[in-house]
């Protein structure tokens, strides 16, 4: 899955529908499945919530529309921001995207399988590995 950044100063899609990291996804899936891109806010960096409604976007209600995260992104949130389910990313305005691109590059393998992973067919057969 790829990234996609939109830099601080641009808009975001206008028809977009907008969700505070409070409001219930689950509770508002009929007005998010008639939107093709959905906003999740981080108010700060460290408040994962927005993390959460993603993989409740992703996986319960199989949304198949961009997810998008704004507010308080920054570089190193890329890795888990694409893991969760996330297609587009509006970094800080302080923040580099060559930083986030970098960060994506960090890490290859994961001990966990991501939600596409799980949903994907390919994906079913798991490898593993004993160490002697």
């Known amino acids: 899955m790829s990234m996609n950044f939109i830099a601080a ?3 975001l899609p206008a ?3 907008a969700l505070d990291n409070t409001d219930d996804v689950l509770a508002r899936a009929a007005e998010i499945r008639e939107r093709a891109a959905v ?3 981080f108010p700060k960096w460290t408040d ?3 993390y959460s409604q993603a993989v409740l976007l992703r996986g319960r209600l199989r949304y198949a ?3 998008i995260a704004s507010g308080d ?4 949130m890329a890795p888990l921001l694409r893991r969760c389910g996330f297609d587009d990313m509006q970094l ?3 923040q580099r995207e060559e930083t986030a691109r970098r960060a994506l590059g960090h890490f290859d393998h994961h001990y966990q399988r991501s939600l596409a992973e799980r949903q994907s067919p390919a994906a079913a057969h798991v490898t593993v590995h004993v160490l002697a």
């Open 73 to 76: 992104v920054v570089a190193d």
């Open 48 to 50: 994962g919530r927005a």
């Open 9 to 11: 100063h641009d808009p």
């Open 92 to 94: 800080r305005a302080d």
């Open 15 to 17: 028809d977009a529908l």
């Open 39 to 41: 906003v999740l806010r």
């Open 65 to 67: 529309g961009r997810v």
